[in-house]
């Protein structure tokens, strides 16, 4: 088959044109995904650039770092870092809530050495703190509300209703 200078510059152009459309559904299926962010608009273009998905008040973020974390969970009405991911499927939505295991290796040390973490547990603005002898006994599955934001811990299945178990044993398979 012999391409002329006509069926050659029709091509390019074919290609252009594809790239083109192909940009703006992009855009359009980004800009859809931020509006499910419930305050997105207080973010830098920096931040927003990183946001892979929103749930409410929680967006599912790129961690662009050093941290062993791929994906991190963050609270956007508390404006804090809530779990870590290796990756970014780690999470499940159901009934208003997020279900997240904690895949982190970051946590915070106090004075003594030992681990602790904070957590938005209440709906009072305050960040509880749990206390934890070694990392590994810190809670890993958290259900997290979307519109307030309020994060329930638990360290194991047995800690857990029936009905968070299971979506959480979704999450493990």
Excluded at 17 to 23: Q, W
Excluded at 25 to 41: F, Q, T
Excluded at 63 to 81: A, L, T
Excluded at 113 to 121: A, V
Aim: hydrophobic share 40%; proline share 2%.
């Amino acid at each position: 088959m012999k391409f002329t200078k006509a069926k050659i510059a029709t091509l390019i152009l074919l290609l252009v044109t594809l790239v083109i459309i192909g940009g703006v559904v992009h855009s359009e299926s980004r800009k859809n995904e931020l509006a499910k962010c419930s305050s997105i608009g207080d973010w830098s273009e920096i931040a927003k650039s990183v946001i892979e998905t929103c749930h409410g008040v929680l967006a599912v973020q790129d961690e662009d770092s050093n941290f062993p974390d791929k994906y991190i969970v963050s609270d956007q009405k508390h404006d804090y870092m809530v779990a870590g991911l290796q990756w970014k499927g780690a999470v499940i939505e159901a009934g208003g809530f997020l279900y997240v295991v904690d895949q982190r290796i970051r946590y915070d040390t106090g004075q003594d050495g030992k681990p602790f973490l904070r957590l938005q547990l209440d709906d009072n603005q305050q960040f509880g703190v749990i206390y934890a002898e070694r990392s590994e006994d810190l809670p890993r599955y958290l259900k997290i509300d979307m519109t307030s934001g309020v994060v329930t811990p638990y360290k194991s299945y047995d800690q857990m209703l029936e009905a968070d178990r299971v979506i959480f044993q979704k999450l493990k398979s």
